[in-house]
Structure formats: structure tokens, C-alpha cells
């Protein structure tokens, strides 16, 4: 198991920027890729960024130039630096990471922070 807790999420006028973090119960190396989703009221969550165990970003068209996912493996951290934010970047945020063992995939999430861009 793996608890996730997310933090960093706020307030803020479009144009601002808010680093979010993910803290990990425990070691993140082996966890597969890891990632940042969100969901706005009345939508589906949807894939932000993702990042794999070596280090490759992936990111949502949307987000791509102002966004940046990284993640400290020493601190069990990962993080999404958002940049530029936009009304529409307005959601709650979700960490979420993934382990395979064999032929099972495990898939954990954080309790979500909030996110409201003012224009």
C-alpha cells in the first residue's frame, strides 16, 4: 500500500503560477509512471502530466509549455509545477501512482487539493 497526500493547491489570478506536491508513504522508485490528474465540476478526470521511473514527462496538450512534472525519488516526492495558469486549469488535482507486480497492475490515489484560477 501507498498513501498519497497532495498539498500546494490554492488560489490564484490567471497568469499565476503554484507548485503542487505529492508526498509517498514510502520509496517511489518502483512506482510506474506517477502522475497528476484532474477533474473540474461536471467532467471527467483527466490526465494532466505524467512521469516514468526514469524520469520521461508526458503531458496533455492543454498543458504543454506551462506545465512541468518532476519527481524527487529521495524525498518521495513528485511534483507539478504549473506555470501560466489559466480559469480552465480550475479543478481538483489528483496524485496518482502505479505499481505492476507480475501480471497486476496497482493503481493509488491522493485525497485531491484544490485548484481555482480567477481570471
Known amino acids: 500500500q501507498v498513501q498519497l497526500v497532495e498539498s500546494g493547491g490554492g488560489l490564484v489570478q490567471a497568469g499565476g503560477s503554484l507548485r503542487l506536491s505529492c508526498a509517498a508513504s514510502?520509496?517511489?522508485?518502483?512506482?510506474?509512471?506517477m502522475g497528476w490528474y484532474r477533474q473540474a465540476p461536471g467532467s471527467q478526470r483527466e490526465l494532466v502530466a505524467s512521469i516514468t521511473s526514469g524520469g520521461s514527462p508526458h503531458y496533455v496538450d492543454s498543458v504543454k509549455g506551462r506545465f512541468t512534472i518532476s519527481r524527487d525519488n529521495a524525498k518521495n516526492t513528485v511534483y507539478l509545477q504549473m506555470n501560466s495558469l489559466k480559469p480552465e486549469d480550475t479543478a481538483v488535482y489528483y496524485c496518482?501512482?502505479?505499481?505492476?507486480?507480475?501480471?497486476?497492475?496497482?493503481?493509488?490515489w491522493g485525497q485531491g487539493t484544490q485548484v481555482t484560477v480567477s481570471s
Open positions: 496518482n501512482a502505479r505499481k505492476r507486480s507480475g501480471v497486476l497492475e496497482y493503481s493509488y
Open positions: 514510502r520509496s517511489i522508485d518502483s512506482l510506474n509512471p
